[in-house]
Nanobody, 115 residues
Framework: QVHLVESGGGLVQPGDSLRLSCYAS????????MAWYRQAPGKQRELVAA???????TYADSTQGRFFISRDNAKRTVYLQINNLKSEDTARYYC?????????WGQGTQVTVSS
């Protein structure tokens, strides 16, 4: 069973930046396409960014240009750098495998953007 541990969230002001981290206990992490998702209150979980095993990244239209996903295979960790945070970025952020069949979700990390 793979365990996912997200961290790095917090209460920030509009325009601030954050770097989220997600550790995955998967021994085959380096062979796994990974992604970040978020879920705002009352909304469905949505994909915000993905990175494949070659390091190629893709982003949701709403996050393009402000969100940057990266990975460190040696640390089994995927990162999400979020710049110029906006109130609409307020959500709980999760990482998971980028595939139809996903691992059990971690607890996520809360990002709250408020002035």
């Amino acid at each position: 069973q793979v365990h996912l541990v997200e961290s790095g969230g917090g209460l920030v002001q509009p325009g601030d930046s954050l770097r989220l981290s997600c550790y995955a206990s998967a021994s085959l992490f380096s062979y796994t396409n990974m992604a970040w998702y978020r879920q705002a209150p009352g909304k469905q979980r949505e994909l915000v960014a993905a990175i494949n095993t070659a390091g190629t990244t893709t982003y949701a239209d709403s996050t393009q240009g402000r969100f940057f996903i990266s990975r460190d295979n040696a640390k089994r960790t995927v990162y999400l750098q979020i710049n110029n945070l906006k109130s609409e970025d307020t959500a709980r952020y999760y990482c998971n495998i980028h595939a139809a069949a996903q691992w059990d979700w971690g607890q996520g990390t809360q990002v709250t953007v408020s002035s």
